[in-house]
Nanobody, 114 residues
Framework: QVQLVESGGGAVQPGGSVRLSCKAS????????MGWFRQALGKQRELVAT?????QTNPGDAVKGRFAITRGETQVSLQLRNLKPEDTAVYFC??????????WGRGTQVTVSS
């Protein structure tokens, strides 16, 4: 089992930036994919960005040009800039292990409001 714990988030003004971090722990053979999804109130969970070990990044359409994602063996960080009210959501850390099993964090709230 893999546990994912997010940190960061909170209230941010429009045009600002936020940095989210996620740390994985537990029984891990390998985590070739780590990244972030988000879910706004009343909407489906959507991709923010994932990063494959080795460098391939897969961004969601809503954040293209406004994000940076980095990772190590057991952690992944996301920076979002030029935040908009529509970026308000719960952001979930995501990881996939070598067997294809998927893990989720409990989420961290980001609220963009003036």
């Amino acid at each position: 089992q893999v546990q994912l714990v997010e940190s960061g988030g909170g209230a941010v003004q429009p045009g600002g930036s936020v940095r989210l971090s996620c740390k994985a722990s537990g029984s891990m053979v390998g985590l070739p994919v780590m990244g972030w999804f988000r879910q706004a109130l009343g909407k489906q969970r959507e991709l923010v960005a994932t990063l494959v070990k080795g460098g391939q990044t897969n961004p969601g359409d809503a954040v293209k040009g406004r994000f940076a994602i980095t990772r190590g063996e057991t952690q992944v960080s996301l920076q979002l800039r030029n935040l908009k009210p529509e970026d308000t959501a719960v952001y979930f850390c995501y990881a996939q292990d070598d067997s294809g099993s998927v893990y989720w964090g409990r989420g961290t709230q980001v609220t963009v409001s003036s």
